[in-house]
């Protein structure tokens, strides 16, 4: 699973940033049945997080009826110069992650 993100490369502090991701996943939403007719397991982004420098910003517990590869924006202020850490957890416990920099100056 791979992640885009996108946030300003820099912000005055005290300035609201939008943030977005899109993961790449291979969602599935439970109700296919492969070639032979067997259900096929579902499996979604359950949880999406985000820690900036440390401190989470952002959480979201997504639902089944979430898209294929999922796209999430959201804002959070600009405080310092550092990182915005992504982390998500789907249906069959696998993780990933994603990291995204931001320079605050002033």
């Not at 499996?43 to 985000?50: E, G, P, Q, V, W």
């Not at 959480?59 to 405080?79: C, K, M, W």
Request: some cysteine; hydrophobic content about 35%.
């Amino acid at each position: 699973m791979t992640a885009r993100i996108r946030i300003p490369p820099q912000a005055k502090r005290g300035e609201i940033v939008e943030v977005r991701i899109i993961i790449q996943h291979p969602m599935e939403t439970g109700y296919r049945t492969d070639e032979v007719g067997r259900p096929i397991k579902r499996n979604t982004i359950r949880t999406l997080s985000c820690r900036y420098n440390g401190a989470e910003v952002f959480r979201a517990d997504l639902s089944p009826g979430i898209a294929a590869n999922p796209y999430l924006q959201f804002h959070t202020v600009a405080e310092a110069s550092g990182e915005l850490v992504f982390d998500w957890v789907d249906d069959e416990g696998r993780e990933g992650s994603g990291r995204q920099s931001i320079l605050v100056r002033g």
